[in-house]
């Protein structure tokens, strides 16, 4: 039992505390500097000899999703929550019984103190101390007392439990939140992965300024739940999230789409939406596979031949396409606009260049928790840091004259200074 | 962008507030080497002429721009030199030793000798960089960086005072290293404080753009280890036989991350927060 509780000390301990916040430090770092999320290939060729190997070892590739660093925090949790247990009855027994008169009356030794000639109530109030208490101490002497932030005890406990809180929120997100991405251009229904809704790009608007610069994006959206046939619409641009049935709905992105069309000789046989990036396989010839690169709305080379565009209005627009067949590179060009790319008595054209949307459509149950969290830990910063808890205590001797003590938490010298000034200002300090 | 005659204004009080502060240093400096009061006290009025027009500066650029002053490295860096200035004169004034203005004036006209470099251009703002959470959280990173580097210079005083216990200087114009500890302590308070709020702001405006409040970009990453070392520092002070020295030297690694995390990020780490 014994054995158990010194562990239980040590893990709970400051010392622990430290060495964990030394060690989160440091995965930080890591993940900050190492690129995160890339394939083992890049870590092998991009760091020499066995870094590379290391990195893979350690988790280091994805540092904030490995197990060590759940356990490191599980560990910062598992302290952070000892700590406050292991206190609590201290901190109720002090804020209950810590401060009274008597406690303070029968100790001198070791405080600030100062001498006033006569009674110290003005010192008292610039002192910051609204309610002071008049009595008399054992020997009948006339007293004062006053205690103020009693609250600033509970200053780091108080961050403590909001940083639980924030971690917990935190945490419960990593394992409850969802994220569905759905792009397209004005017109397009798309299902938002297996949630049973439906989301249908009403408009897309990129609102631009004077000077060409993209002031916003905003896309009008239609949400559909196809089990209840529900539905409801409303705007999204950047920073506005559509808030829709328990979920957030963020305008992420855009690009350029176009029209695709396929002929086989005079006949219409395909026809699509591609954006750029994306590829199309062609139906009506097994193999052939159409991949839309780029777009440049005004398309112009510069010295070495490299496309580019001049500017983003629709002058002179071009398609940069690759086309394969059988999984190897066919042709690659800028096609202009109203020309077609012909391969047998196969023919292809992109048409009506417009944007396309990139909506992500989020549902996060905790973050409220977070947030919460993260409120109870600016509050509490602030009680601990300026609600110093600060006692200031009086005799009357019987010369007529008054010995003033006081203590406070984290003030020290400072505290002490500043009675001592106070003092001065006041008027009657003792000669 | 912006009007010519405003534009000028501003660069020429921007270069009014460089040859203040550095006024200012140099009679610190000299104050501090030659124990004259005098020029102490005149160091303080060019630190506080200095502070007027580097607010005068920025009033003029923000009504340039239409918005405030925080949106590149230039806006920032100057916002920041400024958030020292003032966190400076509210110590200098609440704790009244001067000599602090001798180990605060090199850090502000670093940082804003590092703003003199950047190209002041006025830039329209990117759609995700127009948000009130994002003006709360830069303006309060301003104030965060502002006390961290009030620390900064009184924990490396702190540290220099164990060696310049002998000097007669040092100990009539320096306080005690009790002292000294207590003020910085006030100062990474302040700081810690607003730092959390800007992590928090941050949070959210990052959670109404990006659709999520934390992805451990470079940038948040780095804000996050400078909370934590500031957090470390707390804990050593309350800590039996680190408090002092080890807690001065966190302070001051804490200001040097607090300038990784606003410059090194930037030019060193790509991320979403690249452009600012
Ligand atoms: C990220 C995690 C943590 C943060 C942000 C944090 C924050 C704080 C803050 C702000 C204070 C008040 C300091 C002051 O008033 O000067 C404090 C005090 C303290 N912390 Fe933490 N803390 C953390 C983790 C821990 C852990 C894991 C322990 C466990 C041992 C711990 C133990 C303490 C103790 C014993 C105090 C002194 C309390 C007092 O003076 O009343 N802290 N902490």
Known sequence: ?431 | MGNPMLVRAESALFYATMALYLASMALYFTFFALKRERLGKLAGWALLAGFAAHTGALAVRGVCAGRLPLSNQYEFATSFAWGISLCALIFLWCFRFRALGAFITPVIFLVIGYAALQSREIRSLMPALQSNWLAVHVSTAIIAYGAFGVSFAVSAMYLLRERMEGSAIWREYVPEREKLDLISYRAVALGFLFLTFVIITGAIWAESAWGSYWSWDPKETWALITWFIYAIYLHLRVSRGWHGRAAAIFAAVGFVCVIFTYIGVNTLIPGIHSYA
């Open chain 1, 1 to 431: 039992m014994r054995k158990v509780r010194r562990a239980a000390r040590a893990l709970f301990s400051m010392r622990a505390a430290l060495a964990i916040l030394l060690l989160l430090i440091l995965a930080c770092v890591a993940g900050s500097v190492i690129p995160q999320g890339e394939i083992a290939a890049y870590y092998e060729s991009a760091y020499p000899g066995r870094a590379g190997w290391l990195i893979l070892l350690l988790g280091l590739d994805d540092v904030f999703h490995c197990a060590w660093f759940a356990i490191l925090t599980a560990f910062l949790c598992a302290n952070l929550l000892g700590c406050n247990l292991l206190r609590f009855p201290a901190l109720i027994r002090r804020t209950r019984t810590g401060f009274t008169p008597e406690r303070c009356l029968s100790r001198w030794d070791g405080e600030a103190q100062v001498e006033t000639a006569g009674a110290p109530d003005a010192l008292f109030r610039r002192m910051g101390f609204g309610r002071v208490r008049a009595l008399r101490d054992g020997e009948g002497r006339e007293c004062r007392y006053a205690v103020r932030n009693r609250i600033g005890a509970w200053g780091a406990w108080l961050t403590h439990l909001g940083m639980l809180i924030v971690i917990l929120g935190f945490a419960l997100g990593q394992m409850f939140a969802v994220s569905y991405s759905v792009y397209g251009v004005p017109g397009q229904t798309k299902a938002v992965g297996d949630t049973g809704y439906e989301l249908t790009i009403d408009d897309f608007e990129v609102g631009l300024r004077d000077d060409e610069t993209v002031e916003q994006y905003t896309a009008r959206l239609t949400l559909t739940d196809t089990r209840s046939g529900n539905r409801t619409s409303g705007e999204a641009s950047v920073n506005h999230p559509l808030k829709r049935f328990g979920m957030k709905l963020y305008q992420n992105s855009t690009g350029w789409a176009a029209d695709v069309r396929v002929w086989r000789g005079e006949e219409l046989t395909q026809q699509a939406v591609l954006c750029a990036g994306e590829q199309l396989a062609v139906e009506d010839m097994e193999g052939l596979v159409l991949a839309f690169n780029a777009f440049y709305p005004d398309y112009a080379t510069d010295a070495s031949g490299a496309p580019y565009t001049a500017s983003s209005r629709l002058n002179n627009p071009a398609y940069l396409y690759t086309l394969y067949y059988q999984g190897r590179v066919l042709g690659m060009n800028a096609l202009p606009a109203g020309e077609r790319i012909t391969v047998e008595d196969c023919s292809i054209a992109f048409d009506a260049p417009r944007s396309y949307t990139l909506i992500q459509i989020k549902r996060d149950p905790f973050t409220w928790l977070a947030g919460v969290g993260g409120g109870v830990l600016l509050l509490a910063l602030f009680v601990a840091f300026y609600l110093r808890t600060e006692e200031l205590w009086a005799v009357r001797r019987e010369d007529g004259s008054w010995a003033v003590a006081g203590r406070s938490a984290k003030g020290g010298a400072l505290f002490q200074e500043k009675l001592k000034r106070l003092a001065k200002q006041t008027g009657r300090p003792k000669e």
